[in-house]
């Protein structure tokens, strides 16, 4: 009963600027560690961001600088701003969300950098 939706890829050019979305619906009884992840083709999943529900963060260290996660509490909402974009930032982006007793994962959304 709970869905973790992503959305706000697209289609970016180097050095351009994407914020992604990411919310949990359904019987959510509280959201603990919200994050997001990204996976490029051929390569493993990899940590980008993740944020508790006190807003402590924790980056990917190559990431560090570029990306911004946040989130809100009210609208069961996070968001991950990345900036200056580079070819190498495409990937599927994953969203989770740890409520209870496990972790929910999103679909993906799309970033592609390219000009």
């Known amino acids: 009963q709970v869905q973790v939706v992503e959305s706000g890829g697209g289609l970016v050019q180097p050095g351009g600027s994407l914020r992604l979305s990411c919310t949990a619906s359904?019987?959510?009884?509280?959201?603990?560690?919200m994050g997001w992840y990204r996976q490029a083709p051929g390569n493993q999943r990899e940590l980008v961001a993740t944020i508790t529900s006190g807003g402590i963060t924790n980056y990917a260290d190559s990431l560090k600088g570029r990306f911004t996660i946040s989130r809100d509490n009210a609208k069961k909402t996070v968001y991950l701003q990345m900036n200056s974009l580079k070819p190498e930032d495409t990937a599927v982006y994953y969203c989770?969300?740890?409520?209870?007793?496990?972790?929910?994962w999103g679909q993906g959304t799309q970033v592609t950098v390219s000009s």
């Open positions: 989770n969300a740890f409520i209870v007793v496990r972790t929910y």
């Open positions: 359904g019987t959510v009884l509280g959201i603990g560690v």
